[in-house]
């Protein structure tokens, strides 16, 4: 019902910066709250950040607090996730979701998930 296509992963040195984009279709677009998640190998998949159907309300894990930024620009039905100041520790598999008006920091309440887009840490 809902694709969602992220990109803008890579392979990026300690310190540096990456924006990341998650691309959806339809054009209810501006009716759902997207958030973006992370996998890191051999560990659950963990909040990182969320964003208002709107783009009005944001909201991120306190690890990622002051470094990560989400955006959205509802015309291009897209999401963005600014990432600086990298650390090795960020190194997972960034997915971004979309849930049906209201946002959420809990996996189990997105319907909507894209394929995920690797981030490689280096130290």
């Known amino acids: 019902q809902v694709q969602l296509v992220e990109s803008g992963g890579g392979l990026v040195q300690a310190g540096g910066s990456l924006r990341l984009s998650c691309a959806a279709s339809g054009r209810t677009f501006s009716s759902y709250a997207m958030g973006w998640f992370r996998q890191a190998p051999g560990k659950e998949r963990e909040f990182v950040a969320r964003?208002?159907?709107?783009?009005?309300?944001?909201y991120y894990a306190d690890s990622v607090k002051g470094r990560f930024t989400i955006s959205r620009d509802n015309a291009k039905n897209t999401v963005y996730l600014e990432i600086n100041s990298l650390k090795p520790e960020d190194t997972a598999v960034y997915y971004c979701a979309a849930r049906y008006r209201h946002a959420t920091s809990r996996i189990g309440e997105y319907d909507y998930w894209g394929q995920g887009t690797q981030v490689t840490v280096s130290s």
């Open positions: 964003i208002s159907s709107t783009g009005g309300s944001t």
